[in-house]
């Protein structure tokens, strides 16, 4: 029972263009959502989050959409910049619990 | 100031060997999880205890892993009679509190356990 959805394994996009992740959740009580970039042997890092009171929050590059009524939020990336390539997970969290619910990652490959 | 420390950063192990493995959270934070990612996988939660208790256990995917924490800090996750299927990284994270904006948990290195 995935919660959470990533349904791109993977994504490349050329340096300057953005870049857009997306993510569907069916769990109606989640109540917030982060993204989280990973590199290769180090753990998650914390990226940016929107509380399902909100529709969008941006944060320099990094700008994360939420549609409630479709159950999907995106994050947008722009200008994309090589180091930008990483793994990006999609989380959500909500109801009685404090656990993260994580996708499965999107491969993101910037290209010089 | 430093960030969620994790040891070892590597483990090999032989099937149905013990293992433990250490968390070492941010200072003052009082919520502290386990994730474990498999090859191929998104994360997936183990526990999650706050201060010394684990209200939420539900992750835990058998009878042989055991995890405490003392002291409000560090924790340990414990593995017995390892199987090859436990082979994965092991992620722990920590944050301020459980709610609001203290949603955001700050993830160590890992420990990346291998079962030969």
Redesign the interface.
């Known amino acids: 029972d995935q919660q959470v959805k990533q349904n791109s394994p993977s994504l490349s996009v050329q340096e300057g263009r953005i870049s857009i992740l997306n993510c569907d959740y069916t769990n109606s009580m989640f109540d917030y959502f982060l993204w989280y970039k990973k590199y290769p042997a180090e753990g998650p890092t914390f990226l940016i989050s929107i509380s399902s009171i909100k529709d969008k929050n941006e944060d320099g590059r990094f700008t994360v959409f939420l549609n409630k009524s479709a159950k999907h939020l995106s994050l947008h990336i722009v200008p994309s910049q090589p180091g930008d390539s990483a793994v990006y997970f999609c989380a959500a969290i909500g109801g009685a619990t404090n656990k993260l619910i994580f996708g499965t990652g999107t491969l993101l490959a910037v290209q010089p | 100031g430093a960030g969620?420390s994790q040891s070892p950063s590597n483990k090999v192990t032989e099937k149905g060997k013990d293992v433990e493995l250490r968390c070492d959270p941010i200072s003052g934070h009082t919520?502290l999880?386990w994730?474990r990612q498999s090859l191929?996988?998104?994360?997936?939660?183990l526990i999650?205890f706050?201060g010394n208790s684990a209200?939420?256990k539900?992750?835990l995917p058998s009878d042989r892993f055991s995890a405490e924490r003392t002291g409000g800090s560090v924790s340990t996750l414990t593995i017995q009679r390892t199987q090859q299927e436990d082979s994965a990284v092991y992620?722990c994270?920590s944050s301020l509190a459980?709610?609001g904006?203290s949603?955001?948990?700050?993830?160590?290195?890992?420990t990346r356990l291998t079962v030969t």
């Open positions: 969620v919520a999880y994730y191929g996988q998104g994360l997936e939660f999650y706050q209200p939420d539900s992750g992620l994270a459980g709610g904006s949603y955001e948990q700050y993830f160590g290195p890992g």
